[in-house]
């Protein structure tokens, strides 16, 4: 079940639709891309809302109004029908910027971030990954997007396919029993490299392994152990 969080009307989001009256559309365009200009923020997480609680930490701390955020909730990078994003990219304007702390909370295919990048060249809208932003509408931006998008499509492919490597080996040994699959220690150790980076939630690691939360949980501690002396 999807939760959206809409954002509260303030007085952040009401000059944001004040700018879209007339005077401001027979403004001067450099007049008022100067003038209303906004940072629009998307968060996503699949199952944990710390993980959200902190996504939004992370956009307000690169400016984005806390009433300027839109979310998704219980629902995966890999599904398109997310209402909190298309609410998002109705409500960026011209000059705007679509924040998001990472590009695989925006889109975990290429496809579909090269869908999202064309939506936002035609709203002259750029997109901030962080603390770097990209314009779609320049050559060099979209081709260092292009490059992201697709690291971010490998990566999540090359750990689906290592996931059922293990699932494979466990059947063929009897060891898989259940709905719930054990890593393998291959993968073991791979979620756990994968989280001593700090870039990876307990949801991203429970999504991109096709596992439970406490069986990641469980998965580091048993890998603590082990490094342990």
Request: net charge positive.
């Amino acid at each position: 079940m999807s939760e959206i969080t809409r954002p509260t009307m303030s007085a952040a989001r009401l000059s944001h639709i004040a700018s879209t009256n007339s005077f401001a559309k027979e403004a001067p365009y450099s007049y008022t891309q100067a003038m209303t200009a906004t940072k629009i923020g998307y968060a996503r997480c699949s199952t944990d809302k710390q993980d959200l609680t902190a996504q939004r930490q992370a956009l307000t701390d690169l400016g984005v109004s806390e009433d300027l955020i839109y979310t998704d909730h219980g629902l995966t990078g890999a599904n398109r029908a997310r209402p909190g994003l298309d609410q998002a990219l109705a409500a960026v304007r011209d000059g705007d910027t679509l924040v998001v702390s990472k590009l695989d909370r925006l889109a975990r295919s290429v496809p579909d971030a090269r869908t999202i990048a064309d939506q936002l060249e035609a709203k002259g809208v750029k997109l901030a990954l962080g603390g770097s932003v990209y314009d779609p509408a320049d050559p060099m931006g979209k081709m260092f997007f292009n490059i992201l998008a697709t690291f971010a499509e490998f990566e999540a492919d090359l750990i689906r396919m290592r996931t059922r490597e293990g699932m494979a080996i466990a059947r063929a040994k009897g060891k898989l029993r259940g709905k719930q699959p054990k890593l393998s220690d291959k993968q073991q150790k791979e979620l756990a490299r994968m989280h001593a980076t700090g870039e990876y939630s307990i949801s991203d690691l429970a999504e991109l392994f096709s596992v439970s939360r406490p069986t990641v949980y469980r998965t580091l501690q048993r890998t603590e152990r082990q490094i342990s002396p």
